[in-house]
């Protein structure tokens, strides 16, 4: 007989539904289901290999991270992006973020290992920054620049900051597909970690921060540009 756990659902249920959480996350993430895309139940059925009722798991899951949007009588669909939910965003990273960047600049300055891995992280930029434009290029650089935000994250001494900032991170990641539409915008990024990796690695937690800053407002600058240009069906220009 199958162990059933709290909640009443077999742990194979659990298990399956944790796996069709975290394929549907990803490809939200890296807008292979763009904002809006329709979710239809028996699709996601045949497509995940799962049974219904992980599928709804899942699901409720992504509701509850603001991922999906379960419609009455429609069912569900990735969320769309709204201009407010995008500012909304940048205003509360922007609140937390520079102070996770102080916290790590202080840890890789009491910390040699801590530092080396920064150091390490900002060679890796620069050898990126001299590579010709492509689409190989521009992932390794995302590759990068997602290690360096975790390492941010790690790095970050107060609990609560670190697991805000962390649950955050789906949100900013679907974005980011936003923002470097513009091949321009991969070339500007790059320089603007290197400046990041340059006041952290010199122990300069102010200039560290506030290149962290600049960062997130050149990013929100793109993105609203880019939406204006062509928003598409997943955004609304009036959210």
Not at 147 to 169: C, K, M, P, Q, S
Not at 206 to 211: E, L, Q, T, Y
Request: net charge neutral.
């Amino acid at each position: 007989m199958t162990a059933v756990p709290e909640g009443g659902e077999p742990a194979t249920d659990v298990s399956k539904a944790d796996l069709v959480h975290r394929r549907l996350k990803e490809e939200i993430e890296l807008g292979e289901l763009a904002p809006g895309t329709p979710l239809p139940e028996l699709w996601l059925v045949e497509r995940m290999g799962a049974s219904r009722t992980p599928v709804r798991e899942a699901l409720r899951r992504l509701a509850t991270e603001g991922l999906v949007d379960l419609v009455p009588r429609q069912g569900a669909r990735v969320s769309r992006v709204s201009l407010q939910s995008v500012r909304d965003l940048f205003d509360f990273r922007s609140l937390l973020e520079p102070a996770a960047m102080r916290q790590a600049t202080e840890g890789a300055a009491a910390d040699p290992q801590l530092r080396r891995a920064f150091a390490t992280m900002r060679t890796e930029f620069a050898r990126i920054q001299r590579r010709a434009p492509s689409p190989a290029r521009a992932r390794a650089f995302y590759e990068l620049a997602d290690r360096f935000d975790w390492a941010i994250i790690g790095a970050t001494r107060n609990e609560h900051l670190r697991r805000a900032i962390a649950e955050l991170r789906p949100h900013t990641a679907r974005l980011r597909n936003l923002s470097h539409v513009d091949p321009q915008r991969v070339e500007v990024s790059v320089a603007e970690h290197l400046r990041m990796c340059d006041a952290l690695l010199a122990g300069d937690a102010d200039g560290a921060a506030d290149a962290l800053a600049g960062h997130l407002a050149q990013g929100l600058e793109t993105i609203f540009r880019n939406l204006a240009r062509g928003p598409g069906e997943g955004v609304d220009l009036l959210g």
